[in-house]
């Protein structure tokens, strides 16, 4: 027996289109930590496969909300994914752009959910919001400590080892289809 779906409304468009960005992310920070992961930097590594870890659970968290508002969702391939780098801060600087860009993909969907009077949507997306605020002030900092180190590979290793306290479990997220890992 199916079920009929809400219509899709320029919050749900671009929410899909989110999703397919957020998977994106996902696999460029994998690309990113194998890099580093193949260069001996293994605290590099390990930051970027969390942060590969943590857009999949974004983008997962984006396909259970459409789920839970009865709206049919695609899980997409993913955009294009860059390898070759030749120096650790062209990777850092390639995702805080990255940052950047979702930032302001979050804006847009919080404008559409505002200009629809989409309450509830506009509440879903406010926690990503903050969220962009925290992954773009994190990735400045460490493109400042690459900078700072001039080179000295073990400086950002160190820099990284030291700040790699868990902040612990966000319970604002929303919740992730299959669960969060």
Do not use: C
Not at 12 to 29: G, K, P, R
Not at 67 to 88: A, K
Not at 100 to 107: G, L, T
Not at 156 to 166: G, H, K, N
């Amino acid at each position: 027996m199916a079920t009929k779906k809400h219509p899709r409304s320029k919050f749900y468009e671009l929410l899909q289109a989110q999703i397919h960005n957020e998977f994106t992310a996902s696999q460029q920070y994998v690309a990113l930590a194998v890099w580093f992961d193949n260069s001996d930097l293994p605290q590099l590594a390990k930051y970027f496969y969390e942060q590969s870890l943590e857009e999949r659970n974004h983008a997962l968290a984006m396909v259970q909300y459409m789920m839970d508002t009865d709206h049919h969702v695609e899980i997409p391939g993913t955009g294009s994914v860059r390898n070759d780098f030749s120096d650790v801060r062209e990777l850092v600087e390639l995702a805080l752009e990255q940052e950047k860009e979702v930032a302001a993909d979050i804006k847009a969907l919080a404008k559409a959910a505002r200009d629809e009077d989409d309450y509830t949507s506009e509440q879903f997306i406010q926690w990503f919001l903050k969220e962009q605020v925290e992954e773009i002030s994190k990735m400045s900092t460490l493109l400042n400590i690459v900078d700072r180190a001039e080179g000295n590979l073990f400086e950002i290793e160190q820099f990284l080892y030291r700040d790699s306290t868990d902040g612990g479990d966000d319970s604002g997220m929303p919740p992730v289809a299959g669960g969060k890992l």
